[in-house]
């Protein structure tokens, strides 16, 4: 269903492992986007690593009583089926229209998704089976959890089509970054050129973190006047 799958190059993955999610904010700022942080989406655990994957989309719309059944996770269109699509490495990216009532997946299907391979579970809904749940070792950003199955008030359409999450737009293949502060999402068409700008602006603010310990004053170091960034060009030449 939708579209197909993408790997990610390990490059990519192994820059942005480096790089914070408030950092690629910034940059994608400086890009003119201003909106790739998913609101509600938070870490289960606080000493998950950061995760770098492209996008695996799933979508809910509200249950509707005739569909919305416990004889609907049989169906070909199901958040099973979806699970056997997705490919190792990915991040599953749910819109669950941030409905915190029920849980979208538990215990069993975040372990299927464990086995296969998959980076991570982001949502802006919630998880079900808490206990079963981290016991998977899936990392997992949501809003919570909450007992109640899915189809108490969603019904899942589709897979591999674009999606809202946390009132981010999110596309099929895009690139997600998880660390403690959420989920960030790189457009992939723009992944190379927040790559590069987003080493140089961790390189920027790591001196003028060294700037801030040798008692440096705030105005004109952040952000640097030109004076500053001379000092930091003739700095960042004996590095690069």
Do not use: H
Request: charge should be negative; hydrophobic fraction near 45%; proline fraction near 7%.
């Amino acid at each position: 269903m939708g579209v197909e799958p993408q790997p990610l190059d390990p490059k990519w993955v192994k820059t942005l492992q480096g790089v914070t999610t408030a950092t690629l904010t910034t940059v994608l700022l400086k890009k003119g986007l201003r909106n790739v942080w998913m609101r509600g989406a938070k870490a289960m655990r606080a000493d998950t690593p950061r995760i770098v994957g492209r996008a695996f989309t799933l979508r809910f719309v509200p249950a509707r009583e005739d569909l919305a059944t416990p004889a609907s996770w049989g169906s070909p269109i199901s958040t099973r089926a979806a699970i056997e699509a997705m490919p190792a490495g990915c991040v599953a990216v749910v819109d669950a229209m941030g409905v915190t009532d029920a849980g979208i997946f538990g215990d069993i299907l975040c372990a299927r998704m464990q086995k296969r391979g998959v980076g991570a579970l982001v949502t802006d809904g919630v998880v079900r089976d808490i206990e079963g749940v981290s016991k998977t070792n899936l990392p997992v950003w949501s809003q919570g959890t909450a007992s109640p199955a899915s189809v108490a008030s969603l019904t899942f359409v589709a897979w591999q089509e674009p999606i809202g999450c946390g009132g981010v737009a999110v596309m099929p293949n895009d690139v997600v970054v998880l660390d403690a502060d959420g989920a960030v999402l790189i457009p992939a068409d723009l992944l190379e050129a927040v790559c590069e700008a987003a080493v140089e602006q961790e390189r920027l603010e790591g001196w003028i973190m060294t700037q801030v310990d040798a008692g440096v004053p705030l105005p004109g170091l952040y952000p640097p006047n030109a004076e500053t960034t001379a000092r930091y060009e003739a700095w960042a030449k004996t590095v690069r």
